[in-house]
């Protein structure tokens, strides 16, 4: 049963637009958030966070929405650029259990030139 | 500070080996943990090493076992390999259990 969902594998979006990559979980135990980017042949890395005390973050082009009520969270990215190209893993995490991140599968962001 | 390094990068095994993987994590961090990543599949938590000791275990058969050193290097071993364990093999460090994970570039291991 995965407790954290990313439904689109694949999003396509042309540069200097809105990118928004969806997650939803389950487990309402989870109180912190986390979107990670992977290269090819890299390991993921950081990107940004949210607690579930806050509703938004941002970080320059980057800004991620928390929804507690709906279990929903969003990245959105603006304006896209192409080496914004990867996968972007969501990720979430209870402070009150065993704090081990869950991971969805991922969504492979194209952005076109 | 030099991130999060894990050797070797490439590995082809055949079906009932083993085989030994290597993370070094960032200095000062203390957590260590080792995911699998397969095609269409998200990161599959292994088990995750503190101070030598393993804190946490994911939902792997006991064929996946690891350990840590006391200059936090940690090890993960696989015996009598599968084909379905042909993945990607990541090691993630941490200062402590709350902190923010930092991967490594991952061991791509392919099981003939």
């Known amino acids: 049963d995965q407790q954290v969902k990313q439904n689109s594998p694949s999003l396509s979006v042309q540069e200097g637009r809105i990118s928004i990559l969806n997650c939803d979980y389950t487990?309402?135990?989870?109180?912190?958030f986390l979107w990670y980017k992977k290269y090819p042949a890299e390991g993921p890395t950081f990107l940004i966070s949210?607690?579930?005390?806050?509703d938004k973050n941002e970080d320059g082009r980057f800004t991620v929405f928390l929804n507690k009520s709906a279990k929903h969270l969003s990245l959105h990215i603006v304006p896209s650029q192409p080496g914004d190209s990867a996968v972007y893993f969501c990720?979430?995490?209870?402070?009150?259990?065993?704090?081990?991140?869950?991971f969805g599968r991922g969504t492979s962001l194209i952005v076109h030139p | 500070k030099a991130g999060v390094t894990q050797t070797p990068r490439y590995l082809i095994k055949t079906r009932g080996q083993q085989v030994t993987l290597s993370c070094s994590p960032i200095?000062?961090?203390?957590?260590v943990s080792w995911y699998q990543q397969t095609p269409g599949q998200g990161l599959q938590f292994l088990f995750e090493?503190?101070?030598?000791?393993?804190?946490n275990k994911g939902n792997f058969p006991g064929r996946f076992s690891g350990r840590q050193f006391s200059n936090s290097r940690s090890e993960m071993n696989v015996s009598t390999l599968e084909l379905g364990d042909s993945a990607l093999y990541l090691c993630?460090?941490?200062?402590?259990?709350?902190?923010?994970?930092?991967f490594g570039p991952g061991t791509r291991l392919l099981v003939l």
């Open positions: 993630a460090s941490s200062q402590t259990e709350l902190e923010t994970q930092y």
């Open positions: 487990n309402s135990m989870f109180d912190y």
């Open positions: 949210i607690s579930s005390i806050k």
């Open positions: 990720a979430a995490s209870a402070s009150g259990g065993s704090y081990i991140p869950t």
């Open positions: 200095s000062g961090h203390r957590s």
């Open positions: 090493y503190f101070s030598e000791t393993q804190r």
